[in-house]
């Protein structure tokens, strides 16, 4: 292979021609012949170039809507000849075919025209045909041509131009992004066919394509590899995109605790004051008040020794009280829609801790699929995007809640959501009180969020857990009595829980018997 080329002919053919002034006088004081298509040659002629157009190159006008202006073998021939094959230079000496050394090109904006509400017809008007047939000939031949996708190569190809030539070093690189452009743009067409023009949920084959955010340090452990890409297509503004003040590079482990927090405090994004701690992907406090200050107090005293270290997201900007208040222990990251300045020198003050402002929460009822790798395939399925209402519950008990035992039940069971199965959150005027989370049974899951609120009204020198007289939250079914006992010895006062169980009539009873009330959503929420 050839290291360094020296560029005689660049074709040019640019949907975003950002950066194409610096790149066209780089060329032409280079004395490299341009040629162009149709607004890209108008674009050069504006800046002062002067481009051969595509049509006296290839001796065929630009036709159809200009669907067909590069597909022909003067294009593509003067890209994919090898420049030391005899056989090769011989075609093109009898062809009248010129080498192309450097190709410079972007494709039709599809994904934008489909972001942007377009119809149909402009949809398909914006899948390009003749820009990824350049881009794979010329990056197949890099071995003698360089194939620019990315205004931000334009610096460093401007530098070799002034030095010379392309490295094949240069080129190699370039080769391997241009491939990973048109397989995102195949996969982005692919899926809008499959999943919005065809409507299918589950396609025969589902191509996913993302781009790197950012490599992490290392992995869940310090052995692993690990990075950050960002969903594929329109998504919600979320941690991949959230801007990070300060505090050191966010690890796997951060990433993907402040992803939890976030998730869950978006469930409250429309309601009052809301703090959620996480630990460990799992929430060790939640609670609401009249403002952040107070609301980070409750979520706090859930479970303070698991707080140490953990990750705090909020649903209001956050102002100076709070930031004191979560700066007085160690926090790893704090997430939040915005901090004013106030708050921001406060925390300012924590050089290590990471501030992540995401401007907006998600969305908690938007679609979407999760995707998990598994030996020998991947796992899909929908976000669990439903919410329940009090009039989606159904009374089974004797004793019917009170208003506030409702608004206790359904904050519990919103918890109780984000957290790992088997879940048993207990909760009392919009705090959670204790929350037991992956454990092989839910008994032990109830047994260990009353131990933790039995801890912390011995911390605070409470005169009893605040357990006593909380709602109860089961993610899944009680398969037997023996978990809601051990609620209702906590103290707890009523109950929300899917039903379902063989058993529900036991439970039931009880339930009954222990002067309970209790409430079916005829929804699960398992996470594991």
Same mark, same amino acid.
């Given at each position: 292979?050839?290291?360094?080329?020296?560029?005689?002919?660049?074709?040019?053919?640019?949907?975003?021609?950002?950066?194409?002034?610096?790149?066209?006088?780089?060329?032409?004081?280079?004395?490299?012949?341009?040629?162009?298509?149709?607004?890209?040659?108008?674009?050069?002629?504006?800046?002062?170039?002067?481009?051969?157009?595509?049509?006296?190159?290839?001796? @065929?006008?630009?036709?159809?809507?200009?669907?067909?202006?590069?597909?022909?073998?003067?294009?593509?021939?003067?890209?994919?000849?090898?420049?030391?094959?005899?056989?090769?230079?011989?075609?093109?000496?009898?062809?009248?075919?010129?080498?192309?050394?450097?190709?410079?090109?972007?494709?039709?904006?599809?994904?934008?025209?489909?972001?942007?509400?377009?119809?149909?017809?402009?949809?398909?008007?914006?899948?390009?045909?003749?820009?990824?047939?350049?881009?794979?000939?010329?990056?197949?031949?890099?071995?003698?041509?360089?194939?620019?996708?990315?205004?931000?190569?334009?610096?460093?190809?401007?530098?070799?131009?002034?030095?010379?030539?392309?490295?094949?070093?240069?080129?190699?690189?370039?080769?391997?992004?241009?491939?990973?452009?048109?397989? !995102?743009?195949?996969?982005?067409?692919?899926?809008? +066919?499959?999943?919005?023009?065809?409507?299918?949920?589950?396609?025969?084959?589902?191509?996913?394509?993302?781009?790197?955010?950012?490599?992490?340090?290392?992995?869940?452990?310090?052995?692993?590899?690990?990075?950050?890409?960002?969903?594929?297509?329109?998504?919600?503004?979320?941690?991949?995109?959230?801007?990070?003040?300060?505090?050191?590079?966010?690890?796997?482990?951060?990433?993907?605790? !402040?992803?939890?927090?976030?998730?869950?405090?978006?469930? +409250?994004?429309?309601?009052?004051?809301?703090?959620?701690?996480?630990?460990?992907?799992?929430?060790?406090?939640?609670?609401?008040?009249?403002?952040?200050?107070?609301?980070?107090?409750?979520?706090?005293?859930?479970?303070?020794?698991?707080?140490?270290?953990?990750?705090?997201?909020?649903?209001?900007?956050?102002?100076?009280?709070?930031?004191?208040?979560?700066?007085?222990? @160690?926090?790893?990251? $704090?997430? !939040?829609?915005? !901090?004013?300045?106030?708050?921001?020198?406060?925390?300012?003050?924590?050089?290590?801790?990471?501030?992540?402002?995401?401007?907006?929460?998600?969305? %908690?009822?938007?679609?979407?699929?999760?995707?998990?790798?598994?030996?020998?395939?991947?796992?899909?399925?929908?976000?669990?995007?439903?919410?329940?209402?009090?009039?989606?519950?159904?009374?089974?008990?004797?004793?019917?809640?009170?208003?506030?035992?409702?608004?206790?039940?359904?904050?519990?069971?919103?918890?109780?959501?984000? $957290?790992?199965?088997?879940?048993?959150?207990?909760?009392?005027?919009?705090?959670?009180?204790?929350?037991?989370?992956?454990?092989?049974?839910?008994?032990?899951?109830?047994?260990?969020?009353?131990?933790?609120?039995?801890?912390?009204?011995?911390?605070?020198?409470?005169?009893?857990?605040?357990?006593?007289?909380?709602?109860?939250?089961?993610?899944?079914?009680?398969? @037997?009595?023996?978990?809601?006992?051990?609620?209702?010895?906590?103290?707890?006062?009523?109950?929300?829980? %899917?039903?379902?169980?063989?058993?529900?009539?036991?439970?039931?009873?009880?339930?009954?018997?222990?002067?309970?009330?209790?409430? @079916?959503?005829?929804?699960?929420?398992?996470?594991?």
């Amino acid at each position: 292979m050839t290291d360094i080329v020296h560029v005689r002919r660049a074709l040019i053919s640019l949907s975003d021609k950002s950066g194409l002034d610096r790149l066209a006088a780089a060329l032409t004081a280079a004395g490299v012949e341009l040629v162009s298509t149709g607004g890209t040659a108008a674009k050069l002629r504006e800046l002062g170039a002067n481009p051969r157009d595509i049509s006296d190159l290839t001796g @065929f006008p630009e036709m159809m809507d200009g669907r067909v202006k590069t597909l022909h073998p003067k294009v593509h021939g003067g890209l994919l000849a090898v420049r030391d094959n005899a056989e090769h230079l011989a075609a093109m000496e009898a062809h009248d075919i010129g080498a192309i050394d450097l190709v410079v090109v972007n494709l039709y904006p599809f994904e934008q025209t489909v972001a942007r509400g377009g119809t149909r017809e402009e949809i398909i008007e914006n899948i390009d045909i003749g820009g990824p047939s350049m881009v794979r000939s010329a990056a197949k031949n890099h071995a003698h041509v360089a194939i620019v996708t990315d205004p931000a190569d334009y610096p460093v190809l401007i530098e070799q131009i002034g030095r010379g030539g392309t490295t094949l070093d240069f080129r190699r690189k370039l080769a391997a992004k241009a491939y990973a452009l048109t397989s !995102a743009y195949d996969t982005a067409i692919s899926m809008w +066919f499959q999943r919005v023009d065809q409507g299918q949920q589950w396609p025969e084959r589902r191509a996913m394509s993302s781009p790197l955010l950012m490599t992490l340090r290392y992995g869940e452990n310090p052995h692993q590899q690990a990075a950050l890409y960002a969903s594929a297509g329109p998504a919600a503004r979320g941690i991949g995109q959230a801007e990070q003040l300060q505090g050191k590079e966010l690890s796997y482990n951060n990433i993907n605790d !402040a992803n939890a927090a976030l998730e869950l405090v978006a469930e +409250f994004r429309d309601g009052p004051p809301t703090v959620v701690v996480v630990k460990h992907a799992n929430p060790c406090g939640v609670a609401t008040g009249d403002t952040l200050a107070e609301a980070w107090k409750g979520a706090l005293e859930c479970d303070s020794v698991s707080a140490f270290g953990g990750i705090v997201a909020v649903n209001r900007p956050l102002d100076a009280a709070t930031a004191e208040a979560i700066t007085a222990i @160690f926090t790893e990251v $704090v997430v !939040a829609p915005d !901090a004013d300045e106030a708050a921001r020198a406060i925390f300012a003050r924590k050089k290590n801790l990471r501030l992540l402002l995401t401007g907006d929460l998600p969305d %908690p009822r938007r679609g979407g699929q999760y995707a998990v790798t598994i030996c020998g395939g991947v796992l899909v399925q929908t976000r669990d995007n439903c919410m329940i209402s009090r009039e989606d519950l159904k009374l089974v008990t004797k004793r019917a809640p009170t208003e506030q035992e409702l608004n206790d039940c359904l904050f519990a069971w919103t918890v109780a959501k984000h $957290v790992k199965s088997n879940a048993i959150v207990y909760a009392k005027d919009g705090i959670t009180a204790g929350i037991g989370a992956g454990q092989m049974n839910r008994r032990d899951s109830a047994r260990i969020a009353a131990i933790k609120a039995r801890e912390a009204a011995e911390l605070y020198g409470w005169a009893e857990p605040r357990t006593a007289g909380s709602a109860v939250a089961s993610d899944a079914f009680f398969p @037997f009595a023996d978990g809601l006992l051990a609620a209702a010895e906590a103290g707890a006062t009523v109950v929300i829980q %899917p039903g379902g169980s063989m058993r529900d009539q036991e439970v039931i009873d009880a339930a009954d018997a222990a002067g309970l009330a209790m409430v @079916f959503t005829g929804m699960r929420h398992f996470r594991h």
